[in-house]
């Protein structure tokens, strides 16, 4: 979870490029797949889709 402290050395600018997890909200830096349907997000370590980072461009 983010403190106050955080949301103030952020700049104030909410356009990260990094993904939030969808279970606490926090950016999740990469993914580490644990099985063909689980993975675990990094740095907050929530069990997330193994998909989660991936880019349909």
């Given amino acids: 979870m983010r403190s106050e402290s955080d949301e103030r050395d952020d700049g ?25 349907l689980t993975a675990s997000a990094s740095p907050c370590g929530c069990s997330v889709p193994p998909g989660l ?4 461009d």
């Fill in 12 to 36: 104030g600018d909410d356009t990260s490029p990094l993904p939030d997890c969808p279970r606490c909200g926090e950016p999740v830096g990469f993914v580490t797949a644990t099985g063909p």
């Fill in 53 to 56: 980072g991936n880019c349909d």
